[in-house]
C-alpha cells in the first residue's frame, strides 16, 4: 500500500461510539488507538467529556467519538453529560450502537433506540462482549435488535480480546466518505495533555475506592511544567470530593491511599508523556460540586459549545 495518499482515494470521518454506560465504549477506543486515552472503569458513568481518538492508516482516518453512557440524569452534570452525547448524533458521519451481550437488551436500550429514531445518520448495531456468552446466544439477540431498528450493518466484537475490531474497521471504512485527513498521521487525540493526566488520576482514584467513593470525583490540573534541566515534568493535581468523609477516604490512613493513587497515576502519565513524572496530589472538599454550574465550569465541564 503507497503511503502518498494523493496517488488513492483517501477517506476520512467522525465516528461516533453510544450506548448504555459500561458496555465497553472506552475499552473499544483504547483498543483502536492502541494507547490509553479514554478512562476505563467497570463503574457506569465514567466517561464525562467527549473523548476524540484519532485512526490514521494510509488511505484513511477515522475521528471516533467516545461520548458519555446515555442514561437520565440525576444533577446538573448528568444534563452536560447527556447534551454531549445527543449532540455528537448530529455531528457524525456513522453513529456505533454499542451494547453489552452480557446484560442483553435493558431499558436503556430503548431508551437510546427512541433517541436514534430521529437520527438520518447510518447506525451501526456492536455486540461487545462476545467472548463472555456462548455462541448460540448470539442470533436470537441480533434479531431481537433488529426488529427494533433498521440497523445500516451488526458487527459482534470483544473490545477487550480483540475480537472482530479489524473487521469493523474495515467495515468503517468501507462507509465513510472520500475526504481530508484532519490530523497529522501521529497524532491519536485532540485532547490536550492536561485532560488526559487527569484523567488518569480520576481512573485511579475509581479503581482504589471501589464502591466506597461515587462518582462525585473530579481532578484539576494545578501545574504541569517541563523541567528541561532535570528531564522531569512536575504535575500539581486537586482531587476534588463533595464530603468531608470522601476526602478521609481518598486520603487513606496515614496518607497510604493518597500515595498509591499517585504511584499508579505516575506510571501511567510517564507512558503518556514519555518522560519521567513528579506527581504531587492534593484532596479538596468542594460541597455538592455537580450541581453548581460555576464548579462545573471550573473544573472543566462547560457546555458553553453546545
Excluded: C
Excluded at 484532596?283 to 453546545?306: C, H, I, M, P, T
Amino acid at each position: 500500500m503507497s503511503n502518498n495518499i494523493s496517488n488513492t482515494e483517501y477517506k476520512s470521518g467522525f465516528i461516533s461510539i453510544i450506548g448504555r454506560p459500561n458496555v465497553g465504549k472506552s475499552t473499544f477506543l483504547n483498543r483502536v488507538i492502541g494507547q490509553k486515552i479514554a478512562i476505563m472503569s467497570d463503574k457506569p458513568q465514567t466517561t464525562r467529556n467527549k473523548v476524540q481518538g484519532v485512526y490514521t492508516t494510509d488511505d484513511a482516518q477515522m475521528i471516533f467519538i467516545d461520548t458519555p453512557g446515555i442514561h437520565k440524569p440525576k444533577h446538573k452534570l448528568g444534563d452536560f453529560m447527556m447534551k454531549i452525547a445527543q449532540n455528537t448524533l448530529k455531528e457524525v458521519d456513522v453513529i456505533l450502537f454499542m451494547v453489552n451481550v452480557e446484560e442483553g437488551l435493558g431499558k436503556g436500550d430503548h431508551f437510546i433506540i427512541e433517541k436514534l429514531k430521529g437520527v438520518k445518520t447510518p447506525v451501526y448495531l456492536i455486540l461487545n462482549k462476545i467472548d463472555q456468552i456462548h455462541p448460540d446466544a448470539l442470533l436470537p439477540m441480533i434479531k431481537q435488535y433488529n426488529d427494533l431498528f433498521p440497523f445500516a450493518a451488526t458487527v459482534p466484537i470483544s473490545a477487550l480480546e480483540g475480537n472482530n475490531v479489524d473487521q469493523l474497521l474495515q467495515v468503517l471504512k468501507d462507509q465513510l466518505p472520500e475526504g481530508p485527513q484532519f490530523y497529522p498521521a501521529d497524532q491519536i487525540t485532540d485532547h490536550p495533555e492536561r485532560f488526559i493526566v487527569s484523567e488518569l488520576i480520576r481512573e485511579k482514584v475509581l479503581h482504589l475506592t471501589r464502591e466506597e467513593i461515587p462518582h462525585s470525583i473530579a481532578v484539576v490540573i494545578d501545574k504541569m511544567e517541563r523541567k528541561e534541566e532535570k528531564d522531569l515534568i512536575d504535575v500539581i493535581a486537586t482531587i476534588i470530593v463533595e464530603r468531608d468523609s470522601q476526602k478521609g477516604i481518598v486520603i487513606g490512613k496515614q496518607g497510604s491511599m493518597l500515595k498509591e493513587v499517585g504511584k499508579r497515576s505516575r506510571v501511567d502519565i510517564e507512558n503518556l508523556l514519555g518522560s519521567k513524572v513528579y506527581l504531587e496530589l492534593w484532596v479538596k472538599v468542594q460541597k455538592d460540586w455537580r450541581n453548581r454550574s460555576a464548579n462545573l465550569r471550573d473544573f472543566g465541564f462547560s457546555d458553553d459549545e453546545y
